[in-house]
């Protein structure tokens, strides 16, 4: 299908909620995630964070899947209000929020962040997997003139909330790259035909 796109990218929204997913697990003594730390950063108690996390996060996936321009390196600074309903609101949950914030662009903004996830991710998709070549065959774009897929890529899985249900966007962590690769293509066109012309 000579009309088909992907567009890939690694959101700062995204990897920001899934910084501060693995912090509110470390924090309960989960192993091996990033960042590791025993810090919450004055995040809201475990009952209503989970809670809380799958609104926002669920926030974040459908305003990216109506325009994936919206995510911009100054997003979690301009989108203030709904980051920090993550955390208490007295001075702890401020002053966390800074520091979280100040800690994730430390790293992302790096080479060792949002260059290195997207790189090694479209080396794996475009590469090792063929995605493009693959999807052309096995989702149905008899409805959509112009098909568009929107990749959003994020650093670690997001367990705490939902992946979402838009035909025509799909979250991957690396994990789900590296991992289970071979199942990919199989989810995305699943995800696609099962979906398309019902949103």
């Keep these: 299908m000579s009309n ?8 700062y929204s995204l990897n920001y909620l899934v910084y501060i997913q693995n912090s509110f697990l470390s924090s309960k003594g989960e192993p091996n995630k990033f960042p590791s730390t025993k810090r919450n950063w004055g995040l809201l108690e475990e009952q209503y964070f989970c809670d809380v996390f799958k609104d926002v996060w669920s ?22 209000e709904l980051f920090q309903r993550l ?26 962040g949002q260059i290195t996830i997207e790189r090694a991710s479209d080396h794996m998709m ?10 052309s065959r096995e989702m149905n774009f008899s409805r959509i003139s112009n098909p568009e897929l929107l990749i959003s890529l994020i650093y670690d899985d997001c367990s705490l909330g939902s992946r979402g249900s838009y035909y025509w966007h799909s979250v991957i962590s ?10 990919l293509v199989p989810k995305i066109a699943d995800q696609w035909n099962n979906n398309v012309g019902r949103q």
């Design 4 to 11: 088909f796109t992907i567009t890939s990218f690694a959101p």
């Design 59 to 80: 926030e974040m996936v459908g305003r990216l899947s109506q325009n994936h321009l919206s995510d911009h390196n100054r997003i979690i600074e301009t989108e203030r």
């Design 87 to 112: 955390f208490n609101q007295e001075g702890q949950g401020r002053k966390g929020f800074e520091e979280s914030k100040n800690s994730f662009y430390a790293w992302f903004s790096s080479f060792a």
């Design 126 to 135: 475009y590469y090792d997997i063929d995605i493009y070549n693959k999807l």
């Design 174 to 183: 690396l994990r789900d790259l590296y991992m289970d690769g071979k199942s």
